[in-house]
């Protein structure tokens, strides 16, 4: 079964610094990894994905996320924190169920409270 | 593009009671509709599974009797929670996959509703 880790249950950046949320996977065949975020009482919101391709995946809202292979990784990253930027991240791989019409389930991690600092 | 609404954002309601939670696609139809629970400080649980015109495929240990999905339209998803009791108190989420889309299972997510069970 795949799964998904994100080992930092809060990162603190000061405003203007760079930023980094962590994420590990663990999937059969190749991975299709996303990064969403999550405001206050809100849904989830897309970010980025990575499918295929160049390893860079950039984002909305100025993030990005680096794909790597051989250490089973999808970390997200952005150069400058804002302090708009604090919201709950949440990393997901999609899944080998299928769910019909096309589908598939995403398993999400348990979640990185980032918190930008003025 | 591709905006999914829920219906109510926050509800309360008395134990024993049974509440319905309306889940839309605005501006695409939705093959595929997924329902989450997110407890607080908790990463989101896949409860169901429903592709339009067919029965929901319930995750393990999720009950199909108390939390019924229907799925009539491409646009249209319902979760109901019957007989609610303060257990059943979180925040559900719902998501929609655009059927148009190739992409590999990126899925839109609904702002989410409240539910507080007295």
């Known amino acids: 079964a795949q799964s998904v880790a994100q080992p930092e249950d809060q990162v603190n950046v000061a405003e203007g610094n760079p930023l980094t949320v962590k994420c590990t996977y663990s999937?059969?065949?190749?991975?299709?990894l996303f990064w969403y975020v999550q405001y206050p009482n809100r849904g989830l919101q897309f970010l980025l994905k990575y499918i295929t391709g160049d390893n860079l995946v950039k984002g909305s809202y100025g993030f990005e996320a680096e794909f790597n292979k051989s250490q089973t990784s999808f970390h997200l990253k952005k150069p400058s924190a804002l302090v708009s930027d604090s919201a709950l991240y949440f990393c997901?791989?999609?899944?080998?169920?299928?769910?019909?019409?096309?589908?598939?389930?995403?398993?999400f991690g348990k979640g990185t409270k980032l918190s930008v600092i003025p | 593009g591709a905006v999914v609404s829920q219906h109510p954002s926050r509800v309360i309601c008395k134990s024993g009671t049974s509440v319905k939670i309306e889940c839309r696609s605005l501006?695409?139809?939705?093959?595929?509709m997924f329902w989450y629970r997110q407890f607080p400080k908790q990463s989101l649980m896949l409860m169901a599974t429903s592709n339009e015109g067919s029965k929901a495929t319930y995750e393990q240990g999720v009950e199909k009797d108390k939390f019924l999905i229907n799925h009539a339209s491409l646009t249209l998803s319902t979760l109901t929670v019957t007989s609610a009791h303060p257990e059943d108190s979180s925040f559900y989420i719902c998501?929609?996959?655009?059927?148009?889309?190739?992409?590999?299972?990126?899925?839109?997510f609904g702002p989410g509703t409240r539910l507080t069970v007295l």
């Open positions: 998501s929609a996959r655009d059927r148009r889309l190739k992409t590999y299972n990126e899925q839109f």
């Open positions: 999937v059969s065949g190749n991975p299709y």
């Open positions: 501006d695409f139809q939705a093959t595929t």
């Open positions: 997901a791989v999609r899944g080998l169920t299928y769910s019909g019409a096309g589908s598939y389930q995403l398993t």
